[in-house]
């Protein structure tokens, strides 16, 4: 690949005149000199901070440079990568801008030329006492700048302040506007273009006093701000006051209420010390009363005890004679008793014999009915048997049937054996059909994968898929799915190699055998489901079997092993289009051994294309000095190839699946026949055996009624053998009945003389009950008066020990209210009442109800006085003293905010009207410029509020048709060349306006028509060419034929190639002389 060798730039003067070259070659002196003298470049035109020379080196593209610009229009002409802007960067950072300005990298390191380790840039400003020469020495591992002023070291600060003395603003838009903030100066707000023309062609003092105002305005609102919260705290207080002041007068009411409620708690105990004593007095009386009562009682209680006794006595014996009776008629009872039982046990006696007889007649009639039925039964046998006849002719029968039998059996254990070789070996295909499809699955498995992948990175591709599946049926003729799915690359390490030759776009893009599908394809993807896929069509004729353009065992040599297209397996189709469009079939792939000796595999084997085992080669052939340029990408890792399937295995075990399915059916129809004939033998042999069993059926029954026969006969026997005599079973009966009716009586009688016996002791018994009841009726009568009266006596002792209990109680508290009494009005034990609470106390109520009455009545009035402490008073008094001091503070505050804003109008008036003179200055410019093109713009101080100085801004209108009106500039509304155009002429504006040294404007007018570029670029010349103006630096990739330039432009032509001089040959001298030759040459011509 060609290299770029040493850049030049230079000054040539526009127009090819003699006098020009005449000036040219005086002003730059001798031979090798490129710093003209001070005095030669004042009168040259130079202003003040005007740039007299730039010098890089090591910088961007630059080994060496050096750039000498005219005092007016330098227009910098070059092709596009040649070191244009390169300049405007030089310009930028050797006057101290930061990289930011420039709108590029971030790190100053990044600005020198790549493997130097030091890179610098040299400015030579003009000045009238003497030109100063800045230089910035950049270093990359550092990445830190060291400075200096006419070769002598110097801070940065130093610079900034020399450049600063000079008015050069290299971070100012409206001053320097590079390439890539062209399109941000109309993204700029109207206040940071206000401050911008401020600082670009203002007075000094202008933007000064425009962040006085700022700043001032922030101190009048925060002024104002605390003349508002101090004036409203006032007020607060003020009314807080106010509405306390009825607290303060209600607190001392509610004082005189407390300081009675406090005289009428210290009088209570005194009153109920005195009424608890009156009781306890009262107590102490009844109780003595009550003791004498009780010691009479006691007296008569004692005969009546003694009465009590005597009775109880009677009563306990009269209660033995009770339970003797008791216990005689007691054992009386149970004497009768038995007697019952025993007759009760001789009627069971008499019933058992009557059911024993009963039985035996049941059984008698019972064994005469059996006998009947078994003669019966053995007739209905032997007539059963006479009707089977004879049965020795049944078993040659049999023996027949058996014989057919056996050969059935053997005819079906043959069909058996034929049945479970089939189902053997169907069992076997179905394990080799079950390997097939395992494998079969994993590799469409790696298919999923495959298509998992399309679908996470390509959700669309993948959607489109999955609606292809479902609708092929739309499509004339075949439709592939995306490329990546179609291929299948046979080894997964060199999926890379397709994956970097086939751009993704194609990889995903769908295949259509038709023009017409394709385009069915595409709308109804595109329009109704709104997805974003690509779609191929292939070529007419097949390019799949294309042979490559040189045979693969000529580049073995090199270390080249394969062909693309031999590194995977796709449809036909595929193939071609891939074979037509990306030549697969004719680029190689190689080793390491074709990376080591790549040069030699260029040159010699003449490929456009190869790849070796971890990079691309892209051969090319320059057009113009036919040189082979070479490049090389390192390969991207592979990311959906490397799901690899072999094709050639799935479609052997697809066909080998078919294979076993053919087999499947044979042996379905085989197994079929064998059990029709397995059903039919079958049939045969239910049939043999039904005959069989008839058969022995008959022989068998024959048998077997013979022996139901014999045994029915000695059934009968049996019967006919056992029988009873009923007679003498019934007298036996009788006369065991008869002895036990001579028994019941006897027990009858001796039951008759026990009753009577127990009748007489009963007797005997009551009136024995009677006198015992009537002796416990006089007892408890006597025992009733008796506990009436030792009721009556308990109920005084209780009386008396509660009167005891009072008493001591009463006495107790007693003590307890004297003690609280003299607690509440501070007395000591030996103290009596003070005088002044017995005169208080004598106008108070003498009684407890009376006094809580009143004191309840002062509690209810006190409460009304809810939320007032001995506080308040203080609280209003220190808010009084506040309010005198926030008012001395307003006021001091109110004179110092009307002192602000005396100041802020004095300094308004010295900002604001050099402003607004200023801005129509500009305004008549910018509206010329735009009226001679036929548009209208207009540029206007913009404010929403006069006093918010930090909102003032510079509007800019434009219209560029007589069909609308003005609208704001701004990045949407117009286009790039009209906002472009817009730039342009508002620098111009400021440009005869501008007191700074040196404009820069980097390629604005790349985005404008021809017509406006034209006319804009006239107007540059005028009015960067006149008198009056500073320098200016156009940067222009290209110009319009048949400009207007003028003598005072200088044209500075950027070239680069490899067959530049190096700065050292490059002589301007002999240069020019060569080149008035030639003109003169042709002019004798």
């Known amino acids: 690949m060609a290299t770029t060798g040493k850049r030049k730039a230079d000054a040539d003067v526009s127009r090819s005149k003699k006098t020009a070259l005449d000036h040219e070659e005086a002003r730059w002196g001798r031979r090798g000199s490129l710093l003209p003298p001070p005095s030669r470049a004042m009168l040259s035109g130079f202003v003040e901070g005007s740039i007299v020379r730039i010098t890089m080196e090591n910088f961007l593209t630059y080994d060496t440079c050096e750039v000498i610009p005219g005092p007016n229009l330098n227009m910098i002409v070059g092709a596009n990568g040649t070191g244009k802007s390169s300049i405007v960067c030089a310009i930028c950072l050797g006057l101290a801008g930061k990289p930011s300005f420039i709108g590029r990298v971030d790190k100053v390191c990044s600005y020198v030329k790549r493997g130097c380790a030091k890179g610098s840039v040299e400015i030579e400003l003009f000045r009238a006492s003497g030109n100063v020469i800045i230089t910035r020495e950049i270093d990359?591992?550092?990445?830190?700048?060291?400075?200096?002023?006419?070769?002598?070291?110097?801070?940065?600060?130093?610079?900034?302040?020399?450049?600063?003395?000079?008015?050069?603003?290299?971070?100012?838009?409206?001053?320097?506007?590079?390439?890539?903030?062209?399109?941000?100066?109309?993204?700029?707000?109207?206040?940071?273009?206000l401050e911008a023309t401020e600082k670009s062609i203002g007075p000094p003092e202008m933007h000064k006093f425009h962040c006085e105002l700022k700043n001032f305005r922030e101190k009048e609102k925060l002024l104002q701000i605390a003349c508002k919260e101090k004036s409203d705290y006032l007020e607060k207080l003020k009314q807080s006051n106010e509405r306390h002041k009825q607290d303060v007068e209600r607190y001392y009411e509610c004082k005189r209420h407390l300081d009675l409620i406090e005289m009428l708690e210290a009088k209570r105990p005194w009153v109920e010390y005195e009424n608890v004593r009156q009781q306890y007095e009262e107590i102490k009386q009844n109780r003595d009363q009550l003791k004498e009562e009780l010691k009479k009682l006691k007296e008569a209680q004692g005969p009546l005890t003694q009465k009590i006794q005597e009775y109880e006595k009677r009563r306990r014996q009269l209660d033995n004679q009770v339970k003797v009776k008791s216990n005689e008629i007691r054992n009386t009872s149970y004497k009768c008793k038995e007697k019952q039982d025993a007759l009760e046990k001789r009627e069971k006696q008499i019933e058992e014999a009557k059911q024993a007889f009963r039985?035996?007649?049941?059984?008698?009639?019972?064994?005469?009915?059996?006998?009947?039925?078994?003669?019966?039964?053995?007739?209905?046998?032997?007539?059963?048997?006479?009707?089977?006849?004879?049965?020795?002719?049944?078993?040659?029968?049999?023996?027949?049937?058996?014989?057919?039998?056996?050969?059935?059996h053997e005819e079906k254990s043959a069909i058996d054996v034929e049945i479970n070789e089939r189902l053997k070996e169907v069992e076997n295909l179905k394990k080799d059909q079950e390997t097939i499809t395992t494998r079969i699955r994993c590799l469409d498995n790696l298919l999923k994968q495959r298509e998992e992948k399309l679908r996470t990175r390509y959700r669309d591709t993948h959607d489109a898929v999955m609606w292809l599946r479902k609708n092929k049926n739309r499509f004339k003729k075949t439709v592939?799915?995306?490329?990546?799915?179609?291929?299948?690359?046979?080894?997964?390490k060199n999926a890379k190699y397709i994956e970097n030759h086939i751009p993704s776009n194609d990889l995903r893009s769908f295949v259509f055998e038709s023009q017409e599908d394709m385009e069915y394809f595409l709308k109804e993807m595109r329009d109704h489901l709104k997805l974003r896929v690509n779609a191929v069509c292939i070529p007419s004729i097949t390019y799949a079997n294309r042979v490559p353009t040189r045979a693969l065992n000529d580049l073995k040599k090199y270390g080249l092993f394969s062909y693309l297209r031999e590194l995977f397996d796709a449809p036909q189709f595929v193939m071609s289009y891939l074979c037509y469009q990306h030549?697969?079939?004719?680029?190689?792939?190689?080793?390491?051994?074709?990376?080591?000796?790549?040069?030699?595999?260029?040159?010699e084997t003449k490929l456009k294309q190869l790849y070796t085992a971890h990079e691309k080669y892209v051969v090319k052939t320059s057009v113009y000095s036919n040189d082979t340029i070479s490049s090389n990408t390192h390969l991207k890792t592979a990311q959906f190839l490397t799901f690899t399937v072999n094709v050639q295995e799935r479609r052997q075990l697809e066909e080998q699946?078919?294979?076993?399915?053919?087999?499947?059916?044979?042996?379905?129809?085989?197994?079929?026949t064998f059990h029709e004939k397995i059903k039919h033998l079958e049939h045969r042999d239910n049939e043999f055996r039904n005959k069989k069993k008839d058969l022995q059926d008959r022989k068998t029954k024959k048998n077997h009624l013979e022996q139901k026969i014999g045994s029915k006969l000695d059934s009968l026997k049996s019967l006919e053998e056992t029988t009873y005599n009923l007679e003498a079973e019934e007298k036996e009966t009788n006369a065991k009945i008869k002895e036990i009716n001579v028994q019941k009586a006897m027990l009858v009688s001796e039951l008759l003389s026990l009753i009577k016996d127990c009748t007489t002791l009963n007797v005997q018994k009551v009136d024995l009950v009677l006198e015992l009841a009537t002796e416990g009726y006089e007892k408890n009568k006597l025992e009733r008066e008796y506990k009436a009266t030792t009721l009556n006596l308990r109920q005084l002792e209780q009386q008396f020990n509660d009167f005891g209990e009072t008493k001591r109680r009463l006495l107790e508290k007693c003590k307890e209210l004297m003690k609280k009494a003299r607690n509440v009005c501070n007395l000591g034990p030996d103290q009596s009442i003070p005088q002044e609470y017995q005169t208080a106390f004598q106008d108070l109520p003498n009684t407890v109800e009376e006094i809580d009455s009143l004191l309840a009545e002062e509690k209810t009035r006190a409460s009304c006085f809810t939320g007032l402490n001995a506080s308040v008073v203080e609280d209003y008094k220190e808010r009084a003293q506040e309010i005198q001091q926030l008012t001395e503070e307003l006021e001091q505050k109110t004179?110092?905010?009307?002192?602000?804003?005396?100041?802020?109008?004095?300094?308004?008036?010295?900002?604001?009207?050099?402003?607004?003179?200023?801005?129509?200055?500009?305004?008549e410019k910018f509206g010329s410029f735009f009226s001679s093109m036929q548009c209208a713009g207009e540029v206007d101080l913009h404010t929403e509020n006069e006093e918010d100085y930090d909102k003032y801004g510079i509007r800019i209108r434009v219209k560029f048709r007589s069909s609308t009106t003005l609208h704001e500039l701004t990045s949407s509304h117009q286009s790039g060349g009209e906002r472009s155009v817009s730039t342009m002429l508002y620098l111009m504006a400021l440009q005869e306006l501008n007191r700074c040294p040196f404009r820069v404007v980097d390629?604005?007018?790349q985005g404008m028509d021809p017509v406006n570029e034209r006319r804009v670029f006239e107007m540059v010349v005028k009015t960067a060419c006149k008198e009056t103006t500073?320098?200016?630096?156009?940067?222009?990739?290209?110009?319009?034929?048949?400009?207007?330039?003028?003598?005072?432009?200088?044209?500075?032509?950027?070239?680069?190639?490899?067959?530049?001089?190096?700065?050292?040959?490059?002589n301007l001298k002999a240069f020019l002389r060569r080149r008035r030759r030639i003109g003169v040459s042709r002019m004798d011509q």
């Not at 004179?895 to 305004?923: A, F, M």
């Open 1030 to 1066: 500073s320098q200016y630096f156009l940067i222009t990739p290209k110009l319009l034929q048949n400009l207007t330039y003028s003598e005072k432009m200088t044209v500075l032509f950027v070239y680069n190639g490899p067959y530049m001089l190096e700065p050292k040959k490059y």
């Open 359 to 408: 039985m035996k007649r049941d059984d008698e009639d019972n064994r005469l009915q059996k006998i009947s039925n078994t003669r019966k039964m053995i007739d209905d046998l032997r007539n059963e048997i006479e009707s089977i006849g004879s049965c020795e002719n049944l078993q040659p029968q049999i023996d027949s049937l058996n014989r057919d039998l056996k050969q059935l």
């Open 583 to 603: 030549h697969v079939h004719d680029v190689p792939v190689g080793t390491e051994k074709t990376r080591a000796i790549i040069e030699q595999v260029i040159h």
């Open 657 to 672: 699946d078919k294979e076993i399915k053919e087999r499947f059916q044979t042996l379905d129809i085989e197994l079929t």
């Open 895 to 923: 004179n110092e905010l009307d002192n602000y804003r005396q100041t802020i109008s004095k300094v308004k008036e010295r900002w604001l009207n050099p402003l607004k003179h200023l801005v129509e200055q500009i305004n």
């Open 1003 to 1005: 390629e604005i007018n």
């Open 480 to 492: 592939f799915e995306p490329i990546v799915l179609m291929i299948h690359v046979k080894d997964y």
């Open 140 to 193: 990359v591992l550092k990445n830190q700048s060291s400075w200096l002023i006419d070769k002598r070291s110097a801070t940065q600060k130093a610079v900034e302040e020399q450049i600063a003395a000079l008015n050069i603003q290299v971070g100012n838009p409206c001053q320097f506007l590079p390439q890539d903030k062209v399109g941000e100066f109309a993204k700029l707000s109207k206040v940071e273009l």
